[in-house]
């Protein structure tokens, strides 16, 4: 079993839905929990951070730790066209070192 | 602009050759991270570096090596380099966010590295 799984995708929707990313994982010492969106080759920038459980809300972006179920979301409402990139979940263990990337979900939103 | 620097952009070699890629972390960043990406693959982590020191190996080959200098910049060193080289590498340093001393990530734009 991989330490962290992600949807690949490819995920299309159109403009204007609401999106829902996922990524489990199995190492119950993470406890920060990461999205990045990553455009086509460049260099993936961070969205949104987390610590534990819980929600955290930032403008259209809303993201999501269930540590019981080993479970992180994050949803995009109102999707727009220049939310079309690759999105990935990264986790990290209580020293903030342990660096560990899901494989990415690619999301196109079409107008 | 992340903060972190990577020279080169693209880098176009032949096999057999070697290549030093160069990263700049963020001001007052100690850790670099370098991870490789391959076409449609994910991040794949090679090494760590903290103030110096090696801190932790990822899948790095034998041909790879890299080292983090006094003034935190970093290198990495591609060496006899196959054609299943040719990837995206990126340079990560880490940022403290609040009293949790947590870390995240603040990556650069990335060194494309075709090997011919």
């Known amino acids: 079993q991989k330490e962290v799984e992600q949807d690949p995708g490819p995920l299309s929707v159109p403009e204007g839905a609401i999106v829902s990313l996922n990524c489990t994982y199995s190492?119950?010492?993470?406890?920060?929990f990461m999205w990045y969106r990553q455009y086509s080759r460049k260099g993936p920038e961070l969205l949104m951070y987390t610590y534990s459980s819980g929600n955290k809300e930032d403008g259209r972006f809303t993201a999501q730790v269930d540590k019981s179920s080993k479970y992180i979301s994050l949803f995009i409402r109102d999707s727009q066209p220049s939310d079309s990139a690759t999105y990935l979940c990264?986790?990290?263990?209580?020293?903030?070192?342990?660096?560990?990337f899901g494989p990415g979900t690619r999301l196109s939103v079409l107008p | 602009d992340s903060g972190v620097t990577q020279t080169p952009k693209h880098l176009i070699t032949a096999t057999g050759q070697r290549v030093t890629l160069r990263c700049s972390p963020r001001?007052?960043?100690?850790?670099v991270y370098w991870y490789q990406q391959s076409l449609d693959q994910g991040l794949q982590f090679l090494i760590q570096y903290y103030n110096g020191e090696e801190r932790a190996k990822g899948n790095i080959l034998e041909r790879f090596s890299a080292q983090q200098f006094p003034d935190l910049h970093s290198e990495l060193n591609l060496s006899s380099l196959e054609l299943g080289d040719s990837a995206l590498y990126f340079c990560?340093?880490?940022?403290?966010?609040?009293?949790?001393?947590?870390?995240?990530?603040?990556f650069g734009a990335g060194s494309r590295l075709t090997v011919l």
């Open positions: 990264a986790m990290s263990d209580n020293y903030g070192q342990n660096f560990v």
């Open positions: 990560a340093s880490s940022v403290s966010r609040g009293a949790s001393g947590a870390n995240v990530l603040t």
């Open positions: 190492n119950s010492a993470f406890q920060y």
């Open positions: 001001s007052g960043d100690l850790s």
